[in-house]
């Protein structure tokens, strides 16, 4: 997972088709044909709607480009964004690169399937 | 029990080192309470009253001896906290005052510390545990596989289950290795952290429902179809509260291999449509009774969805299921000395119609049990001097042995707040008997008034109006002769602090609300609620008797209702069978009448 800083970050690129989602919003509604990010909105890291939505962008609609996840981003929550499709995240302005990492890493695997391993780990011991 | 992996032992070691690292960040000033709030909840920590609370998870109440002697040592050496913290909180609760008795006695807060308590989810509790050794505490308990993982936060929480499963004679299937299944799908499960609000799941394996499945987000009911394949009825949407709902059946019948599937279905629903702009609204209670059927069509949708898109990849294979239930084997013991049981149970029953309390403690504490040389034995933590459910660390240390030369070394908490011994041989009954009567722990009232379900409430609870310990103290105290209580017979008795209704008081037969009036306590009584069990009949929240009781008021009231019983019953009739027949009114209006303004005129006419 790409972890970017608030001023990496820009919300409109030129020649980029980025499409921004809010958290209430249904992905499956959406034309996704040449779409090359979709940004994913946390307005408070407690509300979990947007990992629903990155789920079923990544798993259900197969979407192989860019989701970004913006808004309340720490460091805490980025391992569940990493499984649950997103590819980037903009960490708040106060957030710790280190401290960030270190999250990421800490676990190497799961119990369940997730947008990234979508096989649960008694599935993947029986193959 | 289920036996830990390497897997699962480093899973929950690793679970422990992050806490440790978010804990130091956050008391080194780097992560603030607001983002720290919910990672601490997750793990079990809340701020209380007056101390931080620790709710340690007890998988489907399953306890080893093991387990129980470091619960022992959390309390004796960690429940301990700054004699300055003590010393307020005395002084905070004794300005709440005490509830007078008619006698003349006075009950107020006793805080003590140094002991674990508890919960009607089958979990553990402590009170006093200073957050600086927050992290030793998770430490200490992963050293013995246990966490407090997803006991607090909006997620699924842990999944709760008959204190009988895997011994009840009315068992359908063994409901523990679908709950733990269940705990591990939903451990750490990266889209459901943050969900509306918190998620409760109880699966019953028996033709009885013990677990109150219908007051659950999901309650899961094993049963066979006609075909004879084993599968769930599916409930979702019950929950207690300010609300309280009685949960719908959205599957009659689930095939076992799609329980995770169909789970997962129920919870992205949820977590994509449940309200988050209003604290209590957002429970999935809610949800379903708004939506009503594009609630139940989206979630098949959902499903189906799951099942032709998605590959249905949490299908549980059979080897899954017998990796899992191969843990669930009943305990080798010690003899097999079947063939002479059934005489030593003649004789334990001549012994116990000689004794009448042994005989008591084998009528009310004893339960048959699958194998017809054991028994299911419930030790009472309802007895005067401690609050109900609470266990001392030198009491915890003498369970863990009886545990272990009783009932091969495991117990259960169940949802009443006691102590069950599971595996405990006929043979042995009156020499537990013994042992446990000398630990204070043999009191044969389970299941009867005294047996009360009580939450924490103001003594400890951020959440609380008004405490339930002194007033189940105070009618404690008040049903003591054993005559009596058996005379009055099975009686649900639930005493909650709040309307958050931990003390389950909307399905008590007797419910006891803590409410704030002008910020002194006061209670509101509900009478003919129901858990959903066999004597209590179908699941439904009581019903309110009336304006709310002080506090010295409802030791009276409730004696004032139950002489009611006595003089309306027929023979061998239950209060909750009396009290459906006769309906609330005889109840309502001798309750008002025990209100001590009314009372004073009476007592100076007499």
Known sequence: MKLLAAHQHISRPEGLHVLELANDADPRELALEGVDRIDLHFPSFTDGRAHSQAFLLRRRLGYAG????????LADQLPLLARNGFSHAVLRADQDLVVAERQLARFRSH???????????FAQLSR | MYQYTDFDRQFVRTRAEQYRDQLQRHLAGQLGEDEFRPLRLQNGWYLMRHAPMLRVAVPYGELSSAQVRVLARIARDYDQP???????????????????????????????????????????????IPLARSADVMDLLASVNMHGIQTSGSCIRNITTDALAGI??????DPRPWAEILRQWSTLHPEFAFLPRKFKIAISGAHEDRAASA??????????????????????????????????????????????????????????????DNKYKARIKILVKAEGQRFVDEVEEEYRQIVEVDGAPHTLSAAEFERVNVSFVPPALRSGRKTVDAKVFLILQATAEHDLEFGRWLQ??????????????TLSFKRLGQAPGDATADQLDAVAALAERYSAGELRVTHEQNLLLPWVRCDQLAELWREARQLGLAKPNIGLLSDMIACPGGDFCDLANARSIPLAEAIQQRYQDLDELHDLGEIDLHISGCINSCGHHHSGHIGILGVDKDGREWYQLTLGGSDGTRLSGAPVPGKVIGPS?????????????????????LSAETFIDTLRRVGLEPFKAAANLARHVLEAPETALA
């Open chain 2, 215 to 276: 007051w659950h987000d999901i309650g899961l009911r094993l049963r066979r179809n006609g075909q004879g394949a084993l599968g769930f009825q599916v409930l979702v949407g019950g929950g207690m509260g300010r609300t309280p709902v009685i949960a719908s059946t959205l599957r009659d019948f689930l095939p076992r291999d799609q329980l995770l599937n169909y789970v997962e279905a129920v919870v992205r629903v949820y977590n994509r449509w449940g309200r988050r």
């Open chain 2, 168 to 173: 009840a004679v009315d068992e359908v299937a």
């Open chain 1, 66 to 73: 860019e989701i970004r996840a913006t808004g309340d981003v």
């Open chain 2, 549 to 569: 009781f002080s506090a010295h008021e409802v030791p009276d009231v409730l004696e004032a209702v139950l002489e009611v019983y006595r003089e309306q019953r």
């Open chain 2, 82 to 128: 700054a004699h300055a913290v003590f010393q307020d909180a005395v002084a905070a609760q004794s300005r709440l005052g005490e509830i007078q008795l008619r006698d003349g006695r006075a009950i107020g807060s006793r805080l003590s510390t140094g002991y674990a308590h508890f919960t009607t989810r089958q979990n553990v509790q402590f009170n006093w």
């Open chain 2, 364 to 377: 009310r504490n004893v339960r048959p049990h699958q194998d017809p040389s054991l028994r299911a034995v």
């Open chain 1, 111 to 121: 119990y369940q399937g997730d947008a990234v391993q979508p096989r649960p780990r």
